[in-house]
Nanobody, 130 residues
């Protein structure tokens, strides 16, 4: 059973930074071969794509939503089965529950589609105060 566990959320003032982590575990999960992503959902809003990183075998390329470009950066450590989301310049609009996701065999056009991912974490709350 694959499990994704997020950590690192919390309360931060506007302009501050946080780093989220997502540790993968379970069964024969080949973390290195999965596309990893971050999504978020703010109260009363739909879940939205934040960023994704391809598997190392696919070049490890990253994709970032326009709303966070230049402020958020995704990375992965295959040796630790962990991905990270470094967030700087946080604003109240970034307040949301952030979810880690893993997907296998994703085509480029599906990276931003949460429905294409196979595994999800429980989420971690990020609250940015003004």
């Amino acid at each position: 059973q694959v499990q994704l566990a997020e950590s690192g959320g919390g309360l931060v003032q506007a302009g501050g930074s946080l780093r989220l982590s997502c540790a993968a575990s379970g069964g024969t999960f080949s973390f290195w071969s999965y596309t990893m992503g971050w999504f978020r959902q703010a109260p009363g809003k739909e879940r939205e794509f934040v960023t994704a990183i391809r598997s190392s075998g696919s070049g490890g390329r990253t994709y970032v939503a326009d709303s966070v470009k230049g402020r958020f950066a995704i990375s992965r450590d295959n040796a630790k089965n962990t991905q990270y989301l470094q967030m700087i310049g946080l604003t109240p609009d970034d307040t949301a529950v952030y979810y880690c996701a893993a997907g296998a065999g994703l085509i480029l056009s599906s990276l931003r589609n949460g429905g294409a991912y196979h595994y999800w974490g429980q989420g971690t709350q990020v609250t940015v105060s003004s």
